[in-house]
Nanobody
Framework: QVQLVESGGGLVQAGGSLRLSCVVSGSASGLDTMAWYRQAPGKQRELVAAISPGGGTKYGDSMWPRFTISRDNAKNTMYLQMNSLKPEDTAVYHC?????????WGQGTQVTVSS
């Protein structure tokens, strides 16, 4: 059974940094594109960034260069480095992965940025 587990969220002051991790466990061979999404209260879920197995990246509007996505295929792990955080970055950040054409989601990790 494939599971995605996020970590690294928390409370940080504006201007600070956080690094999120997403570990894929279970039968993770054949892991394809991975991505981070976020959803703030009362708002729609939005793409933060996505990364292909080969390292190609795509960022949502206004995410880069403050946010940087990366992955370690040997560890089935994806990362999101978030710098210069702003209060409007406050949201639940979810990990998403495509594996054998199926979509998998993590439970999410809360990021709260105080002003």
């Amino acid at each position: 059974q494939v599971q995605l587990v996020e970590s690294g969220g928390g409370l940080v002051q504006a201007g600070g940094s956080l690094r999120l991790s997403c570990v894929v466990s279970g039968s993770a061979s054949g892991l394809d594109t991975m991505a981070w999404y976020r959803q703030a209260p009362g708002k729609q879920r939005e793409l933060v960034a996505a990364i292909s197995p080969g390292g190609g990246t795509k960022y949502g509007d206004s995410m880069w260069p403050r946010f940087t996505i990366s992955r370690d295929n040997a560890k089935n792990t994806m990362y999101l480095q978030m710098n210069s955080l702003k209060p409007e970055d406050t949201a639940v950040y979810h990990c998403h992965a495509v594996l054998y054409a199926r979509d998998y989601w993590g439970q999410g990790t809360q990021v709260t940025v105080s002003s």
